[in-house]
């Protein structure tokens, strides 16, 4: 049983360049989320949904967006990437409220 | 506006001891409310949670207890080991909405 796996696990980028992390589990979970963390800091909350075809925002979703066309895949796409997007993303999912989250390992991202 | 704040950003303690991990939240909407465990280059992983209905809840060596007057919460790990060196972080949520979490305490078990 996998979990939640992201990919890649590490990235750098020039300003201006785009790209998209990807994000998948395959625990059947209805919720899943994108969180950022910057260093000593908690987890931001960029973008979640609660089930297929349905998005919402998040505390911090400017220069981002997201798509959920399938259960299992919830891609994070980042357009025109600024130094200050430079941190650690992490995706999660849960089943519900009562349940706690499954995070994936995380992918550093480097603006440069 | 920090709802969820972890005023402490380490803890050393040593093996064999009591760990105290505090939390507190602004928001008195909160009814749900955990605890995470991550270690460098990975995740974080679940460790315990709490309902606003219950005052503790316990998991082996780790007890969460809340205090909903006082707006608080703590983790309580006993006996403490060198492999619980983790960052911790609080977390806690309103209803069936995202959490919202602290900012968190790096914990440090000697041996």
């Given at each position: 049983?996998?979990?939640?796996?992201?990919?890649?696990?590490?990235?750098?980028?020039?300003?201006?360049?785009?790209?998209?992390?990807?994000?998948?589990?395959?625990m059947n979970?209805?919720?899943?989320?994108?969180?950022?963390?910057?260093?000593?800091?908690?987890?931001?909350?960029?973008?979640?949904?609660?089930?297929?075809?349905?998005?919402?925002?998040?505390?911090?979703?400017?220069?981002?967006?997201?798509?959920?066309?399938?259960?299992?895949?919830?891609?994070?796409?980042?357009?025109?990437?600024?130094?200050?997007?430079?941190?650690?993303?992490?995706?999660?999912?849960?089943?519900?409220?009562?349940?706690?989250?499954?995070?994936?390992?995380?992918?550093?991202?480097?603006?440069? | 506006?920090?709802?969820?704040?972890?005023?402490?950003?380490?803890?050393?303690?040593?093996?064999?001891?009591?760990?105290?991990?505090?939390?507190?939240?602004?928001?008195?909407?909160f009814d749900?409310?955990?605890?995470?465990?991550?270690?460098?280059?990975?995740?974080?992983?679940?460790?315990?949670?709490?309902?606003?209905?219950?005052?503790?809840?316990?998991?082996?060596?780790?007890?969460?207890?809340?205090?909903?007057?006082a707006k608080?919460?703590?983790?309580?790990?006993?006996?403490?080991?060198?492999?619980?060196?983790?960052?911790?972080?609080?977390?806690?949520?309103?209803?069936?909405?995202?959490?919202?979490?602290?900012?968190?305490?790096?914990?440090?078990?000697?041996?």
């Amino acid at each position: 049983n996998a979990g939640v796996t992201q990919t890649p696990k590490f990235r750098i980028l020039k300003i201006g360049q785009s790209m998209t992390l990807q994000c998948t589990q395959d625990m059947n979970h209805n919720y899943m989320y994108w969180y950022r963390q910057d260093p000593g800091m908690g987890l931001k909350l960029i973008y979640y949904s609660v089930g297929a075809g349905i998005t919402d925002k998040g505390e911090v979703p400017n220069g981002y967006n997201v798509s959920r066309s399938t259960t299992e895949d919830f891609p994070l796409r980042l357009e025109l990437a600024a130094p200050s997007q430079t941190s650690v993303y992490f995706c999660a999912s849960r089943q519900g409220q009562l349940y706690g989250y499954t995070f994936g390992s995380g992918t550093r991202l480097t603006v440069v | 506006d920090q709802q969820v704040k972890q005023n402490s950003p380490s803890l050393s303690v040593q093996e064999g001891r009591i760990s105290i991990l505090n939390c507190d939240y602004t928001n008195s909407m909160f009814d749900y409310f955990l605890w995470y465990k991550k270690y460098p280059a990975e995740g974080p992983t679940f460790l315990i949670s709490i309902s606003s209905i219950k005052d503790k809840n316990e998991d082996g060596r780790f007890t969460v207890f809340l205090n909903k007057s006082a707006k608080h919460l703590s983790l309580h790990i006993v006996p403490s080991q060198p492999g619980d060196s983790a960052v911790y972080f609080c977390a806690a949520s309103p209803g069936n909405t995202p959490l919202v979490f602290g900012k968190g305490t790096r914990l440090s078990v000697i041996a």
